[in-house]
């Protein structure tokens, strides 16, 4: 079974700076997804970005941007130019595809994001 | 907003009575997954729907709990006799593909509070 680790429960910010929110994960498995989920207060999850294991350069979306170490199994998103509606939970997922078959995320617990003004 | 809408958002109940769940996925979506949240963690997966067949359930899915989907469309989550500890965030949750990618979209929850 797959396991998903967030060790930062709680992270606060500058607006305007740079943040780093951490994740590792554990499986046996070389091909698989890893996203990163924002879930504001009160609102929708919504995917932030997501990386496939077999692809070896970072992506990256706007200012969200991940340090993928596939052999470490880590998977760190950075937030550059932090803004007021980056305050949110931010969870870290790991896929297992299975063409078409079921595709659950395993979830971290979370790190809950401040910018503060 | 996603595209994914649940019904209805708060839901409080008092120990013992039954409970039931709306989820409306994407309409082109033929996967449709349900997760629970308790405060301080992440989702869990609860049960996936291909079309209108219920094809995995998780052993966190007591007997007490039952979801359907006919017709493939929306989905129900049932939830006889609660109890305290089914106090959470019930998500529902559907497959597509965006940007080329694989990506799940979920609706806004159903909270339950358990008195």
């Known amino acids: 079974a797959q396991t998903v680790t967030q060790s930062q429960p709680e992270m606060s910010v500058q607006e305007a700076e740079t943040v780093t929110l951490s994740c590792t994960y554990d499986?046996?498995?070389?091909?698989?997804?890893l996203f990163w989920y924002k879930q504001p207060p009160s609102r929708q999850m919504i995917l932030v970005i997501r990386q496939e294991a077999y692809k070896q350069q970072n992506a990256t979306e706007n200012r969200f941007s991940v340090n993928f170490q596939k052999a470490a199994k880590s998977f760190s998103l950075k937030i550059s130019d932090s803004q007021l509606g980056d305050t949110a939970m931010y969870f870290c997922?790991?896929?297992?595809?299975?063409?078409?078959?079921?595709?659950?995320?395993?979830f971290g617990t979370g790190t809950r994001l401040t910018i503060i003004p | 907003d996603t595209g994914v809408s649940q019904d209805p958002r708060h839901k409080i109940t008092k120990r013992g009575q039954n409970v039931t769940f709306r989820c409306d996925p994407i309409s082109e979506h033929n996967r449709l997954y349900w997760y629970r949240q308790t405060l301080g963690q992440g989702p869990e997966f609860l049960t996936y729907f291909q079309n209108e067949a219920q094809l995995e359930k998780s052993r966190l899915l007591s007997d007490r709990f039952s979801a359907e989907r006919p017709k493939g469309s929306f989905s129900t989550l049932e939830i006889q006799r609660t109890e305290q500890g089914d106090s959470a965030m019930y998500l529902c949750?559907?497959?597509?593909?965006?940007?080329?990618?694989?990506?799940?979209?979920f609706g806004p929850g159903t909270r339950l509070t358990v008195t």
């Open positions: 949750a559907s497959i597509g593909f965006d940007r080329g990618g694989y990506e799940q979209y």
């Open positions: 997922a790991f896929m297992k595809p299975a063409r078409g078959g079921n595709e659950k995320l395993t």
């Open positions: 499986t046996s498995e070389s091909n698989y997804y």
